[in-house]
């Protein structure tokens, strides 16, 4: 054979079939050595992670609000957990549900949204 190019010998660009990142982009690549090829863009993996980032904090916030709901029930409705210290559980209760109803949600959408 002699130093033909790929376009010499009739050969094009191949496609190569990995797909980058996971994201569906397929990337022409040159056969050999020539300066032919596309790159990929528009790409963003980010956004998958910002997406279970967002999933996991928001089941936190909503075990956070069922666990505290759970432990006023349970204090209001058993009679034998109506006591001064379980009062101040409640409380405490109380004041972590405000905290995942107002503040959580708003955290979650200030980190998200500012990367």
């Known amino acids: 054979?002699?130093?033909a190019t790929p376009s010499e010998r009739g050969e094009g660009a191949?496609?190569?079939q990995r797909e980058p990142m996971g994201c569906g982009v397929r990337v022409a690549?040159?056969?050999?050595g020539?300066?032919?090829g596309v790159t990929p863009g528009g790409c963003d993996t980010g956004i998958r992670t910002q997406n279970w980032a967002i999933?996991?904090?928001s089941i936190i916030v909503i075990l956070a609000i069922g666990g505290n709901?759970?432990?006023c029930l349970a204090v209001?409705?058993?009679r034998k957990l109506q006591n001064m210290f379980n009062y101040?559980?409640?409380?405490?209760?109380?004041s972590d549900m405000l905290s995942a109803i107002l503040v959580m949600p708003l955290s979650i959408v200030k980190e998200t949204a500012g990367k």
């Open 69 to 71: 709901v759970l432990v």
């Open 34 to 36: 020539s300066e032919f």
């Open 76 to 78: 209001c409705y058993q």
């Open 55 to 57: 999933l996991c904090l």
């Open 88 to 94: 101040f559980l409640v409380s405490l209760a109380l």
């Open 14 to 16: 191949t496609v190569d």
């Open 29 to 32: 690549t040159p056969s050999s």
């Open 1 to 3: 054979m002699t130093d």
